[in-house]
């Protein structure tokens, strides 16, 4: 079988299940609007007892499908952004409470660059500190599809509110620079919130001033705090021991920003031998180059899609000439670069 990043149906599964106290906050957003819960959840092929069940995620295309929903019933294009805003620091369990006991908003952070992937592993956070500026990147774990720019919303919004609950007044400053095009609601994200926000980054980035890193938090308490870090520790581990090895693999290219590594310098960050490692990703029917080529398949898409010119989207991937870069693209997707120019 010829397989592709592009036709692979694998992908379509292999994507971290939604903690179900997210579409939970969405049901009760869509409630207090006048909508009808019992018809998004239909819509979605959900019932209310799935969603509030002790089951505590559901599958990725399950959030996709109440997302399409929502946006459908309530005619508000910017809904995402709403249920963002809802998800303040105590929606998050564990993550939440360790956060807010945390000593100041850099401690608060570093466990979030950590444990983010206990809620989501669809991006995966950097955090960069670089005087006086902070960058807080969501680096994309997959192509998302049509799905792309309301769960960056929901995402980035939930930052916002999160760093808002802890700091309150304090959080002054911010920009919020996003990987798409504006798009026709562009003025509700200002509005909803309350920061400079611009279109057509590379990247989801939330920069803020470096001095509010040392802004101690009001309910610090450093017992609190190991308790509940310990406790996303040991969820993140049993995450991780069931994730199989070309997950680790792919999770950890999406993260790297600039040239991609290698394979030895994977397995050295995996603590294994190159050769181990390429058994792992054989006995998975996958190979380093497969997986490194769906990387640069979703990098790719994700640049043009920023309406970059296909020659600098070439250079940033590495490919010496624009020409290689368009034959491998038509390879992966069998459609030209030009093909997802600026198209969301």
């Excluded at 996709?64 to 946006?71: D, H, K, N, T």
């Excluded at 000439?321 to 992966?332: G, K, L, Y």
């Amino acid at each position: 079988m010829n397989r592709t990043p592009h036709n692979d149906p694998a992908l379509a599964s292999d994507r971290s299940p939604i903690p179900v106290n997210y579409v939970r906050n969405l049901v009760e957003l869509a409630r207090e609007a006048g909508l009808d819960p019992s018809r998004l959840l239909a819509d979605a092929g959900l019932s209310e007892p799935q969603v509030y069940s002790a089951e505590p995620a559901l599958r990725f295309d399950q959030f996709r499908r109440v997302m399409a929903s929502a946006r459908e019933l309530s005619g508000d294009p910017a809904i995402a952004l709403s249920l963002g805003q809802q998800l303040t620091v105590t929606a998050h369990g564990l993550l939440g409470y360790a956060a807010i006991s945390s000593r100041d908003l850099g401690d608060a952070l570093q466990l979030l660059e950590r444990y983010f992937r206990t809620r989501t592993r669809l991006c995966l956070p950097r955090l960069d500190v670089d005087e006086p500026w902070v960058r807080f990147a969501l680096m994309e774990s997959y192509d998302l599809g049509e799905i792309r720019r309301p769960y960056l919303e929901v995402v980035t919004a939930a930052l916002v509110a999160g760093l808002r609950y802890l700091l309150g007044d304090r959080f002054q400053g911010a920009v919020l620079t996003l990987p798409y095009a504006s798009p026709d609601y562009a003025g509700r994200y200002q509005e909803l919130l309350g920061m400079t926000v611009r279109f057509g980054a590379d990247t989801a980035v939330l920069s803020f001033p470096a001095t509010l890193l040392r802004e101690a938090l009001p309910m610090a308490d450093a017992s609190s705090r190991q308790m509940a870090a310990q406790r996303c520790e040991e969820e993140l581990q049993r995450l991780e021991a069931d994730q199989d090895w070309a997950s680790r693999v792919r999770a950890r290219l999406m993260q790297a920003e600039g040239a991609l590594p290698s394979l030895e310098q994977l397995a050295t960050g995996f603590h294994l031998t190159s050769r181990t490692l390429r058994r792992y990703l054989a006995a998975l029917g996958v190979s380093y180059r497969y997986l490194l080529e769906e990387v640069r398949m979703a990098r790719a898409v994700r640049y043009l899609q920023a309406n970059l010119t296909v020659q600098q989207v070439a250079q940033k991937l590495g490919y010496a000439e624009p020409s290689n870069f368009t034959r491998a693209f038509r390879r992966w997707t069998g459609r030209p670069p030009s093909d997802y120019l600026g198209n969301l």
